[in-house]
């Protein structure tokens, strides 16, 4: 008998991902014959006139990135909590920030003073960001999806699903009744008597019951999807849950009762998706250094281009960030609005927006990460902000301040004060 954690170990090498081939339903719009590079090109489908493209191409050697704003963002640390090992992206919800890191423990702090509320013993898979859903606190653990009341910390409920491979949405609708988590591995009679582990389940968020689950494998006589599927990220958002996985695909499911709304393969092979994003009409999809940018309601694409994380989205822009370059497209038709180059040894993480102003992490590199702040209209650069990590989580930004998680070195989250704020005052 093969322990499950040897399978997860070579998941990635073992994997058959879908077909290139896409469906041939009214449902799917067929991509122009143009092949997109990591250059700075978009692809609109053929039954679309191309985007017009401006570039803005800064130097590299400055010792900032240029053009500066005329203001400048020079960030106050609020407060820090030390974490001892890696600190994971927190959740901010009603003055509370929830955070968790590789050291085992679970925090509620003060949004505004990083006073602890509650702190309880939990060990967080990797990355896992937790969520909030009403007054349930939802995370994931090696082994388990675990409750706790918001309030206390004091857990309520916990699930162990099949396989040892689970995730929780990273976006998820406050007030909903329903907690979403995907469930694989790759399928043994060896392992477990039911042969099934590419299930997505939804559960009452009080009491842990179950709701309903469905397969994602595609196993309905369609070869093009394979016959098994690796759940890699949930995000839920206006009545769907979008689930990303390790076979290149998007399957789309009906929040209510888990039937397939639709799907969409972007690759032969077994290449990872990133964390879906959804905003307004659009869902966007990273997948091996391209980002497809696809109708809500359809799949249908409307464009895609170079992507190495999932994009930021704030009203008509979408931001993209590549090993140093940042670029401002248009969500309608991915035509660029400003690009601006940021120098790094390593490279740059996904993005976050709010009240005007992109957040830029970066990572990967032998010298401390840096949060840089940019003028999210203008694309000038307006400050920096090192941290004692050589990687950054993605920046949330909430009220006044800015928190982020060092996942090297020191294991820091950091509150900071946001661009604009005056802390004189």
């Keep these: 008998m093969v322990p499950r954690r040897t399978f997860l170990a070579v998941l990635s090498a073992t994997l058959a991902g879908c077909s290139s081939t896409l469906p041939s339903d009214s449902t799917t719009t067929t991509r122009s014959e143009t092949t997109t590079t990591q250059s700075e090109t978009t ?52 003055g509370v920030v929830y955070a968790g890191g590789q050291g085992g423990t679970m925090y509620a702090l003060e949004a505004d003073t990083g006073k602890i509320r509650w702190q309880r013993p939990v060990a967080l898979r990797f990355g896992s960001v937790p969520v909030v859903s009403g007054q349930t606190l939802t995370v994931v653990t090696n082994d388990r999806i675990v409750a706790s009341d918001i309030a206390t910390g004091d857990e309520r409920w916990s699930v162990a699903p099949p396989g040892e491979y689970a995730i929780v949405p990273s976006r998820h609708d406050h007030e909903r009744e329903t907690v979403f988590f995907g469930a694989s591995q790759r399928p043994t009679p060896e392992t477990d008597p039911d042969p099934t582990y ?44 979008f689930v990303s996985t390790e076979q290149s695909e998007l399957v789309v499911l009906d929040a ?14 077994s290449s990872h998706a990133e964390q879906p994003v959804v905003a307004g009409r659009r869902v966007f999809q990273v997948v091996s250094g391209v980002g497809y940018v696809l109708d809500v309601e359809t799949g249908a694409e ?113 509150s900071l004060s946001a661009a604009g704020v005056d802390d004189s005052s």
């Design 43 to 94: 692809t609109t489908p053929s039954s679309s006139p191309s985007p017009t493209t401006t570039t803005e191409q800064p130097s590299a050697d400055s010792e900032h990135p240029e053009p500066a704003c005329d203001s400048r963002w020079v960030p106050t640390v609020q407060w820090s909590l030390d974490m001892e090992t890696r600190a994971y992206q927190p959740t901010v919800q009603d």
């Design 198 to 241: 590419d299930r997505v389940y939804a559960v009452d968020r009080r009491t842990g019951d179950e709701t309903w689950w469905v397969s994602i494998s595609g196993d309905d006589g369609d070869d093009d999807y394979g016959d098994w599927a690796v759940p890699e990220a949930v995000v839920v958002d206006a009545g769907r849950v």
């Design 256 to 269: 209510e009762d888990g039937s397939i709304l639709w799907r969409r393969c972007f690759s032969s092979n």
């Design 302 to 414: 409307r464009w895609h281009a170079p992507g190495e994380f999932p994009p930021a989205v704030s009203g008509d822009t979408s931001y993209w960030v590549g090993h140093s370059t940042v670029v401002a497209r248009d969500t309608a038709d991915g035509s660029i609005r400003w690009r601006l180059q940021i120098p790094t040894e390593g490279c740059l993480r996904t993005p976050a927006v709010a009240d005007g102003v992109l957040y830029v992490p970066t990572g990967c590199g032998s010298t401390n990460a840096t949060v840089h702040a940019i003028d999210a209209t203008e694309g000038c650069w307006l400050g920096s902000f090192e941290l004692e990590s050589r990687n950054a989580t993605t920046p949330v930004v909430s009220g006044r301040s800015v928190y982020v998680g060092g996942l090297s070195g020191a294991g820091k989250l950091w």
